[in-house]
């Protein structure tokens, strides 16, 4: 597991997968189920495994945190980046902070707190939460003015934070006046990633930014690291083409809760168990919909499967 400080060649040196966390019948983490859908996402070239909303970390409680980064440890690749998300609320993330300063992970992302929290008060929550945790961390911004652009770039000066997630949904992702006040403030888009999965990516990826993080990638990881890669190589046309193959599935998680949503369609496409989806959420149901989530996963996870097929690459666990 990686373990020195972050640089921003591991920034861009992946997709950043945000999976589902998988659990047991009585909710406790499952570490084989876990495992599997790690190795899965291994096999398609994601190396980068960030647990936050899709894990349902907003509801996991401080006590539990310790037993979470030891599974995390557990079954990460030998290149694998783990990266555990601390909060919402910054006495929660502070007492996440402390536990954190003893382990070997090299940075956390801060969840989002949308109520009670203005900009000032988050730059300075920031500046502690680094101070105590021993490390720079991620901020993740969901909302218009979460935190000021001038903000954001002090915040990567002093050393409090080592990247930001961009995750503001616009109409046009290209027409976003905040990411391109941050853009100017920062200097550089090299630490911000674009983090609301593939179907902004490209346009993010074309205004400088270096990676997309994404929940789809649980799916088809191969596809999303293909995208990914035409980006990079130039080839946009065939960025955007591959990237039709997930918006079935992004439609329906739009439409039900991207995060219930996911955590059924791992499941549904046989690529883990992921069981029940936590405190404060409730697993989705009804025929009608379970049966739309599970034709949209597995028909998405087999063009990866057909993906795999013709581009093979080297598993790695160590």
């Not at 990686?2 to 861009?12: C, G, N, Q, Y």
């Amino acid at each position: 597991m990686k373990t020195t400080s972050v640089d921003v060649a591991d920034l861009a040196s992946s997709v950043l997968s945000v999976p589902p966390l998988a659990r047991a019948a009585d909710g406790t983490p499952d570490k084989t189920e876990n495992r599997k859908m790690v190795d899965w996402l291994r096999s398609g070239g994601v190396t980068t495994y960030l647990y936050g909303g899709n894990a349902n970390l907003y509801n996991f409680g401080v006590a539990e945190f310790p037993a979470l980064l030891d599974l995390l440890e557990e079954i990460a690749p030998g290149d694998g980046w783990m990266i555990p998300s601390i909060g919402a609320d910054f006495g929660k993330a502070m007492d996440q902070a402390a536990i954190l300063r003893d382990r070997a992970f090299p940075t956390a992302m801060v969840l989002p707190l949308g109520f009670p929290a203005t900009p000032e008060g988050l730059a300075s929550g920031f500046g502690k939460l680094a101070d105590t945790a021993g490390r720079p961390l991620i901020a993740y911004i969901k909302n218009d003015g979460f935190l000021d652009a001038g903000d954001v770039a002090r915040l990567f000066r002093d050393g409090a934070i080592t990247a930001l997630k961009y995750a503001v949904v616009r109409a046009e992702p290209r027409n976003d006046a905040y990411l391109a006040a941050i853009l100017d403030a920062v200097g550089s888009g090299e630490r911000i990633v674009s983090g609301i999965g593939e179907r902004p990516a490209i346009d993010h990826l074309e205004m400088g930014l270096s990676a997309f993080t994404s929940g789809s990638v649980c799916i088809a990881p191969h596809l999303s690291t293909a995208i990914l890669e035409a980006v990079r190589g130039g080839r946009l046309a065939e960025a955007r083409a591959i990237r039709e193959s997930f918006l079935p599935l992004e439609d329906l998680r739009d439409a039900h809760s991207p995060i219930r949503v996911l955590h059924e369609a791992v499941r549904l496409a046989g690529i883990c168990d992921t069981g029940p989806i936590g405190a404060f959420l409730s697993n989705l149901d009804g025929a009608e919909r379970l049966d739309a989530i599970a034709r949209a996963a597995r028909e998405l996870k087999a063009r990866a499967e057909a993906s795999a097929a013709e581009t093979p690459r080297p598993a790695a666990r160590a």
